[in-house]
């Protein structure tokens, strides 16, 4: 297996249109465009500063039973936007706490973009979980052609939005609504291969047929079916986890099994900076290999 490279965390540090303003007791604060908006986040476990958030649009509630609820200061639109460099998308709070847009993502979109740009040459990428399509619009923008797939169909159709909103509704990107397991492994017999792939599976969920999805059971059968797609000119493989407790190596490790001998094999967190209160957020793990 190559070698593990540790990267460290790796901030997304290039927003305008977005920033984590302050953090503790469990929750975040952040702006999004000109909307405040105050939401939990399993990962701040240290006391919050000031005795109350401020001025702020809207406040996530967690239930007792699960779930929760928005709780909104001021009428705001159903959707806005927000952009990140030339790309532009949709946010939209759910139910289930989320906006749409992970945006610690973005230090991934800027190490990929770069290596198909400087390519120079086709780049077929399979984005597998790709929710709304950030990463989707960012290949696209760099000049990839994307096969976005998702199990959830309102997913896919956001996805098509951000493209259009980035100015991308005629480039090359295939939506599909499937399971992302099943997906691959139809790929497979059909013989079609991509020089990248990107996976950002969930800690839990379920496809559109009602299979479930636990991340611990399921990734390495994933990464060795998605792996055995790519081309015999491979570029990239990015994988992300935000199961808490998963650490970065045992996502290189499991890289590392699939990934072409040779090439780099690197580890990681992503994560935000905060504005105020002196630390950094971290949201996530990834391992990548580049040829």
């Keep these: 297996m190559n070698p593990i490279s540790h990267a460290g965390l790796v901030l997304a540090d290039g927003w305008r249109d977005f920033e984590v303003i302050e953090t503790g ?25 000031s005795a109350s958030w401020g001025r702020c649009d809207g406040i996530y509630h967690r239930a007792s039973s699960g779930g929760g609820t928005w709780e909104f200061q001021r009428p705001l639109p159903e959707t806005w936007t927000i952009s990140y460099r030339n790309l532009t998308f949709q946010i939209r709070p759910t139910n289930f706490k989320h906006t749409g847009l992970f945006p610690e993502q973005a230090a991934n979109w800027d190490w990929f973009s770069g290596r198909i740009r400087n390519a120079r040459r086709e780049v077929r990428v399979l984005n597998l979980f790709g929710y709304t399509g950030g990463a989707t619009v960012a290949a696209a923008a760099a000049g990839a052609s994307v096969c976005h797939v998702d199990a959830a169909k309102g997913m896919v159709q956001w996805c098509r939005e951000n493209a259009a909103l980035s100015g991308l509704g005629e480039a090359p990107v295939r939506y599909l609504v499937d399971d992302c397991l099943k997906f691959v492994e139809r790929e497979q017999r059909r013989g079609n291969r991509y020089e990248a792939i990107i996976m950002d599976p969930p800690s839990f969920g379920r496809g559109k047929n009602g299979e479930v999805w636990k991340l611990e059971d399921g990734l390495f059968r994933l990464v060795a079916t998605a792996a055995a797609l790519l081309s015999d000119l491979p570029l990239f493989v990015l994988l992300n986890a935000y199961t808490t407790g998963l650490s970065p190596t045992v996502l290189a490790n499991i890289l590392g099994h699939h990934v072409p001998s040779g090439g780099t094999l690197s580890c990681g967190e992503v994560g935000l900076p905060v504005t105020h209160g002196g630390v950094t957020l971290p949201c996530g793990t990834f391992a990548r290999w580049e040829s």
Excluded: H
Aim: net charge positive; glycine share 8%.
């Design 25 to 49: 007791d469990g929750m975040k604060k952040e702006r999004w465009g000109d909307v405040v908006l105050v939401r939990p986040d399993p990962q701040v476990i240290w006391p919050r500063a």
